[in-house]
């Protein structure tokens, strides 16, 4: 009995290692016209009862392709015919999304290069191990390019069966994985259809199908549409609408029951099946895709990247760092190797401070956080924290207190090491407060980079510092700009307290992004700290005045240093409650009046064709505040606005805000401003600069109503 045993045990064990080892996956492939065909198998054996993936596979000359299930406007698909032992059983063909191929006036569905059309294949319960499945298909297929050319291909395959499952190790096995999940798989999605005016209307709602940038859809029915014609697609805050040409199905009479087929939306495949029914206000109202840099690549990222930060310096937001970066080369402009130490000091600092952020934004958009640029300003600790530090260094140029050196001086050595730290701290600190804003040909550059690998990213964001930097550094390098400087003297202390009043305006305009934010409460809290804070520099200063004419002064400098840090801590750890946007904004001097932003509010103006204004803007983007004023906040904008018609919508980002950085990744940007012009009566809308002017509005405004007049 045990010999017995033993010996069965022995002799499966020699079955399955023969099947295992020895047994080919795939059988040699056979040429056809233009193409060659061959059977594969993700398995190596098969057992009773078990169902693997078999898949015939076309490797396609150039030039010329196959056909998907619905061929299109002409062609013919694939199709198999099985030869399989008593019980066996191979399913229908998995189909792969094809791909559009314009021939001509006509458009086929099809593949090209290699294709594997991948076919479930299931062992009868009663297959004995230790036998060989031989398999056969016999492919019909049509292959054409300019021409066409039916083609059959007999594909046969040998397939043990063994007693226990067979593992997915066949060496086409990750190629029939791949195919399997380039096939459409179902998705949460609701889709109705509506035959219009100017075609069916194919709404689909989800969240694969939010912010779309591409979509296309492949119907099953080869007379469902016509093919050839274009699909416009229209964005809408919960989903997407496609307009397309009805085909026979819709002009014989009666609709179909059902619209099924594959709808392709960003390079996703899935699966639909349409119902008719009125297209859902979710499915449209936001227009046309957006204009993205999709089509850029690492090195035009790059270069737009730098220019845009070498523009940067230029925009508004550089103005509150302005006065340190003058102080910081005044103080060291008579000694060259000096000037040159503090600006490549300063380079250091503003690239320690974009690696900084980087890591940390592309770290919260790994964790799933819809951020942008400038997100640290978003936060109101930060904002009050940032505002108690300009006030710091307000007060230190002020002379209430000293850095780097003390009064009665020290030794050459420390002071140019404590200098050195200081530029490297002007340099972070320009980016922290100033870069949350974006010049003219940074915006798509950072865009771009948000959206991909961390490595592009840091390579685009280092190249935005380097431009940002440069003009500094280069400075400290030239020394007939640093001649031109008067030698150290009385007017330097001079310079630097006139410098120090740039900063108190920063201290306070932070102080107002902090109320737009957290509300008035916040800012008595702010108040009461930055008094604290004055009070600590008080005492450290006056400690540093005692301590250069001998006499002690340990007890002022330690009560100094934590007042200081006590109010620092005390804005960093307050809790600030959000503050609820008003219902309406009232109206500015000039007129013009502004609707909070909201994704329902564009879509339903948009189904009413009203022409829309949408300012993207933040209280802490100085460009955005001084845009507003020259560009937005005019008496001729008001009345153009009122005349034509036109929505104004402001979209608020000072607090962080999903909607609005979704809306700002679909045009490719990363932060504020952005300002979107929406035409009357739909159409994709127009992208203003980020340097905005009176001029650039009123041109969107009056090409609208020549369109307008055109149309009629």
Not at 147 to 158: F, I, K, W
Not at 459 to 478: E, K, R, S, Y
Not at 592 to 609: D, F, I, K, M, N
Request: with cysteine; aromatic share 8%.
């Amino acid at each position: 009995m045990i010999r017995r045993l033993a010996g069965g045990l022995a002799a499966a064990w020699a079955g399955l290692t023969l099947g295992l080892c020895a047994a080919p996956a795939s059988a040699a492939p056979v040429q056809a016209a233009h193409m060659q065909a061959e059977l594969v198998s993700e398995t190596r054996a098969i057992a009773p009862g078990q169902t693997v993936w078999l898949a015939v596979g076309q490797k396609i000359e150039r030039g010329w392709h196959t056909y998907w299930r619905n061929p299109g406007d002409a062609g013919e698909p694939t199709r198999l015919a099985w030869t399989l032992p008593a019980g066996w059983k191979a399913g229908e063909i998995a189909w792969p999304a094809p791909n559009r191929l314009p021939v001509g006036p006509l458009m086929d569905y099809g593949y090209q290069g290699e294709v594997l059309l991948p076919v479930a294949l299931t062992a009868p319960a009663a297959a004995q191990p230790g036998s060989t499945a031989k398999l056969g298909v016999v492919a019909d297929m049509l292959v054409c390019a300019e021409t066409c050319v039916p083609t059959q291909a007999a594909l046969d395959l040998d397939l043990p069966v063994v007693a226990a499952p067979a593992p997915k190790d066949s060496q086409a096995a990750p190629k029939i994985a791949r195919a399997l999940a380039a096939t459409p798989q179902r998705a949460e999605l609701s889709a109705v259809f509506q035959r219009g005016p100017d075609g069916v209307a194919l709404a689909v709602i989800g969240p694969a199908v939010k912010a779309a940038d591409k979509a296309y859809f492949y119907p099953y029915a080869s007379t469902a549409i016509v093919h050839a014609r274009p699909q416009a697609v229209e964005q809408g805050p919960d989903g997407l609408t496609l307009t397309l040409s009805p085909g026979f199905d819709f002009t014989r009479g009666q609709p179909p029951a059902t619209l099924a087929g594959v709808l392709v939306v960003d390079g996703h495949a899935m699966e639909i099946a349409a119902t008719p029914g009125a297209p859902p206000a979710g499915a449209s109202g936001l227009g046309p895709p957006a204009p993205r840099a999709a089509g850029l690549q690492l090195l035009p990222a790059a270069v737009l990247a730098f220019f845009g930060g070498l523009l940067l310096n230029l925009m508004p937001c550089v103005f509150p760092v302005l006065a340190m970066k003058a102080a910081n080369l005044a103080e060291r402009a008579s000694e060259r190797a000096a000037a040159r130490r503090h600006g490549l000091a300063f380079g250091a600092g503003v690239l320690a401070a974009f690696w900084g952020l980087v890591g940390a934004l592309l770290a919260l958009k790994a964790a799933g956080t819809a951020v942008g640029w400038g997100f640290q300003l978003q936060s109101p600790p930060i904002v009050a924290g940032l505002s108690l530090l300009m006030l710091a260094v307000a007060l230190n140029l002020s002379g209430v207190f000293h850095t780097g050196t003390s009064v009665q001086g020290v030794g050459q050595g420390a002071a140019s090491r404590a200098g050195l730290a200081g530029a490297f701290f002007t340099g972070a600190l320009s980016v922290v407060v100033a870069a949350p804003c974006t010049a003219p040909l940074m915006g798509p550059a950072v865009g771009w980079a948000l959206v991909q690998s961390p490595a592009a990213a840091l390579t685009v964001f280092t190249a935005v510092a380097a431009g940002f930097a440069l003009p500094f550094v280069l400075v400290a390098f030239a020394p007939r700009l640093l001649a031109r400087l008067p030698r150290p003297g009385p007017w330097m202390e001079a310079l630097k307290k006139l410098l120090a009043f740039p900063m108190y305006a920063a201290a306070a305009w932070l102080a107002w992004v902090l109320t737009v934010q957290a509300g008035n409460g916040a800012l008595a809290r702010l108040m009461a700290c930055a008094v604290a804070l004055g009070l600590g520099a008080w005492l450290w200063g006056s400690a540093q005045r005692r301590r250069a004419l001998g006499a002690p002064a340990f007890g002022l400098s330690v009560a100094g240093l934590l007042v200081g840090l006590a109010a620092i801590a005390s804005a960093l750890a307050a809790p600030y409650a959000a503050v609820a946007p008003a219902a309406a904004r009232e109206s500015e001097p000039s007129g013009l009046v502004a609707q909070p932003y909201s994704r329902s509010r564009l879509t339903e103006l948009r189904s009413q064709g009203r022409a829309v204004f949408v300012n993207y803007t933040a209280a802490w983007c100085v460009t955005c505040q001084v845009n507003d004023r020259v560009a937005l906040s005019t008496p001729k904008v008001a009345q153009a606005f009122e005349k034509e018609g036109v929505v104004y919508l402001k979209a608020d980002w000072t607090r962080r805000d999903p909607v609005i950085a979704a809306d700002l990744a679909r045009f490719g940007r990363a932060a504020v401003p952005l300002y979107l012009f929406y035409p009357a009566g739909g159409g994709t809308p127009q992208v203003l600069p980020s340097l905005l002017s009176e001029k650039a509005v009123l041109q969107a405004v009056q090409a609208d109503r020549r369109n307008g007049m055109m149309g009629a």
